[in-house]
């Protein structure tokens, strides 16, 4: 169906394990593997305590592959790598630089000459609507801005692939709303291929073109799903009887998980 | 109206001992008026003593927190970062932590002479813990999410620690050189009064034996007045370089 040389992430029997304090062994990923195609918008959604947030912390390489391999297109994942740009929950702006700083830290160390990282700098914080925050510490914005200037800092040194960690989980509803559809609108202008872990059913089906629904303890990968909704502008897609079906479709599966790592296992 | 509150416990000290020395509740002897003090400090002045001997402890002051500083810093760090480093290094800190430093003065005395050099090693002595164990306390609870972030923009391991370790851990690290400041004017004192032929310690001491006490109290006003102001410059100066906490 899907063609495989199109593939951006290919995952493959990845297991990973934790041990606790007191020596107790926990399960966080049990046999996942996914291919995610490239310009894809791929979310992972579960309750908590699936794993999906470790799963994208293997994919950035910011935690070392215990088992199974995962691989881009840039070859085997080891560590982080710069085709591979992330943007945490708590937004994680270098809080002792300005807007403007955060954004030049990643063009300087990709060498951009000094003129044009400037002018690369001023084009994304135009991208993300921050322009007049340039020299504005994190401390001093609201939470959707400090998201947006995280988003730009990630965007700007041009990465082939976006690993959400639940980016808007920290923000209020309305500019939770307002970033999902600059998101959408900069993935569709910008073209990247972005891995987007949420617990919110709403959103993924919203965003993504399909959803891993990983389900808990021990975190493993339940449904693939096919979203394959029209996109529109999200109060459109709000309004269509499709979403909601949808929606409500993907919670039942969501709740049933939840409900049962709740009750413990059997 | 906040500055005449802040120094409004001060004047009432001095207003104070105004009072006690006009009314002779103590020897003038002993407890000199404060004119008398001022006068004797014109005097130290004019004679120069006073500022060579301030200029020598100075010196040893800032030298011991200097390198203190320059060898704690990054050994606070690298501990936070790398396990060997830190076992290696936590039992020699938890075995001078609690020593009294001012203890080590004769010791210091036996193996380093009676110059600057032995002064300059204890005060170093002193400021290196509270430097490497806010610098250690300050990078351990980093944000690990900016050191990721640093690595997913092209940071090498090395490049974070400068980039991101080091001004993320500066709140703690500022208020550990603080308490170092602290420490280093107590030992530059402490260390002079034992054996010395120069410094601002000396010269209390030296004063204080020949019974000379005005010139004795100016002497200490003297070196408060210093601490005070270094103290306040230091705040300042933190204060500018965390500008980015303040919201």
Redesign the interface.
């Known amino acids: 169906m899907r063609d495989a040389s199109r593939s951006a992430i290919s995952i493959e029997n990845v297991q990973h394990s934790y041990v606790l304090r007191g020596g107790k062994e926990i399960i966080a990923l049990q046999n996942i593997s996914l291919d995610i195609q490239a310009e894809e918008f791929h979310a992972l959604l579960g309750p908590s305590g699936c794993g999906k947030s470790t799963l994208l912390y293997l994919i950035g390489g910011f935690i070392p592959l215990q088992e199974g391999s995962i691989r881009t297109r840039s070859g085997e994942v080891t560590g982080p790598g710069l085709e591979r740009g992330i943007v945490f929950q708590n937004f994680a702006l270098f809080p002792w630089m300005t807007v403007k700083q955060n954004i030049l830290y990643g063009l300087r160390k990709a060498n951009f000459p000094r003129k044009e990282a400037e002018d690369r700098a001023r084009e994304f914080i135009q991208l993300v609507h921050l322009t007049g925050f340039e020299d504005a510490f994190p401390s001093q914005l609201s939470g959707g801005m400090q998201q947006r200037a995280a988003i730009a800092r990630t965007l700007a040194v041009d990465p082939e692939i976006l690993l959400m960690d639940e980016p808007f989980g920290a923000l209020d509803a309305q500019t939770r709303r307002i970033m999902q559809e600059e998101l959408r609108a900069i993935q569709q202008r910008t073209k990247k291929t972005v891995v987007f872990v949420t617990h919110d059913v709403q959103e993924a089906v919203l965003l993504a073109d399909r959803i891993t629904i990983m389900s808990p303890r021990p975190g493993r990968i339940s449904h693939l799903i096919e979203v394959g909704l029209e996109r529109q502008s999200v109060e459109d897609m709000l309004a269509q009887p499709e979403f909601t079906a949808k929606s409500e479709h993907i919670w039942r599966l969501v709740k049933d998980m939840a409900e049962s790592a709740m009750r413990g296992p059997a | 109206m906040n500055t005449i509150l802040r120094y409004s416990p001060l004047l009432l000290l001095l207003l104070a001992w105004e009072a006690i020395t006009r009314f002779g509740l103590v020897s003038r002897q002993v407890l000199p008026d404060l004119a008398t003090i001022g006068g004797a400090w014109l005097q130290l002045i004019a004679g120069g003593e006073l500022a060579w001997h301030l200029a020598m402890s100075m010196a040893r002051a800032f030298g011991g927190l200097a390198l203190a500083i320059l060898i704690g810093v990054p050994a606070g760090l690298i501990m936070a970062v790398s396990k060997p480093f830190r076992l290696a290094l936590n039992p020699l800190v938890q075995m001078i932590y609690p020593i009294p430093k001012s203890a080590l003065v004769p010791l210091m005395m036996i193996w380093l002479g009676l110059g600057s050099s032995s002064k300059v090693v204890l005060i170093f002595i002193g400021c290196l813990l509270p430097v490497i164990v806010s610098a250690y306390n300050g990078a351990k609870s980093v944000?690990p999410?900016?050191l990721?972030?640093?690595?997913?923009?092209?940071?090498s391991r090395r490049?974070s620690l400068v980039?991101?370790l080091l001004?993320?851990a500066?709140p703690s690290v500022l208020t550990g050189i603080r308490t170092a400041l602290g420490f280093a004017f107590i030992l530059m004192v402490t260390s002079e009064f034992v054996i010395a032929k120069d410094g601002i310690g000396y010269l209390i001491a030296f004063l204080g034996d020949g019974g000379v006490y005005p010139s004795m109290f100016a002497a200490i006003f003297t070196v408060a007045a210093i601490g005070f102001f270094v103290d306040r410059a230091y705040s300042m100066l933190s204060g500018r370089l965390l500008?980015?906490?303040?919201?």
């Open positions: 944000n999410f900016l990721w972030s640093a690595a997913s923009l092209g940071a490049e980039e991101v001004p993320a500066m500008r980015w906490t303040v919201t």
